[in-house]
């Protein structure tokens, strides 16, 4: 048991660039969760992945928010034309499915939007 | 949806001392977890607790469900107690969606 990781743990970028955050999860685990943290505030839900299926996608992830788990392994979140906004930290989490489950965290990838 | 509301926001504390840290939520849950973010911004989970009291070593936390709270207790606290706790809910039983605080910033000092 590795632990939840992700890859880069900082990235600084330019207003309007691309960007993709990846998530490696604890590999008996199907679902996969992203938050997003602002400072001062609690983790905010985005969206989360039981295997390859996306499931539930928060109305906070906008059109330029994408995220996929192809083979129900790792997982990306791609942000489009970034926006000073959008600087924050992502988390990534996982879990076994069904109930009473810990969800476990990885140490999150911060984005600063210059 | 639901909405979670921690206390107090802040805490400071001398080691050794003991604290209990509140949270409120304002509908049914069946999933509450409680989290310790460290200073470097780890989120480690300290327990599932959507009803009754469980205890880790020096942590316990109690939830009445019937009653929308939670709390957390912390004895003999530590330096390394430092950081935010955060509280987390979901209306159903997976983690599928938690639903978090805003956190109690825990400091322990010397």
């Known amino acids: 048991d590795t632990g939840v990781s992700q890859d880069p743990r900082h990235k600084i970028t330019k207003r309007g660039q691309n960007v993709t955050f990846r998530c490696d999860p604890i590999?008996?685990?199907?679902?996969l969760y992203w938050y997003r943290q602002t400072l001062g505030q609690g983790p905010e839900f985005l969206t989360y992945?039981?295997?390859?299926?996306?499931?539930?996608k928060s109305r906070l992830l906008s059109d330029r928010f994408s995220a996929e788990r192809p083979k129900g392994s790792f997982s990306t979140l791609e942000i489009q034309r970034t926006e000073q906004g959008d600087s924050a930290m992502y988390l990534c989490?996982?879990?076994?499915?069904?109930?009473?489950?810990?969800?476990?965290f990885g140490e999150g990838s911060w984005l600063t939007v210059v | 949806g639901i909405q979670v509301e921690q206390s107090p926001p802040d805490l400071i504390l001398q080691e050794g001392a003991n604290s209990t840290l509140r949270c409120n939520f304002s509908?049914?849950?069946?999933?509450l977890q409680w989290f310790h973010q460290n200073p470097w911004g780890q989120l480690i989970n300290l327990f599932y607790?959507?009803?009754g009291t469980k205890q880790n070593g020096r942590l316990s936390a109690t939830t009445v469900a019937t009653e929308r709270y939670s709390l957390l207790y912390i004895s003999s606290s530590q330096t390394t107690d430092s950081g935010v706790y955060f509280c987390?809910?979901?209306?159903?039983?997976?983690?599928?969606?938690?639903?978090f605080g805003t956190g109690t910033r825990l400091q322990v000092t010397l």
């Open positions: 590999s008996e685990h199907n679902r």
């Open positions: 987390a809910v979901s209306d159903t039983g997976t983690a599928s969606k938690l639903t």
């Open positions: 992945f039981q295997n390859e299926a996306q499931l539930e």
């Open positions: 509908d049914s849950v069946n999933n």
């Open positions: 989490a996982s879990s076994r499915g069904g109930f009473g489950n810990t969800i476990y």
């Open positions: 607790i959507p009803s």
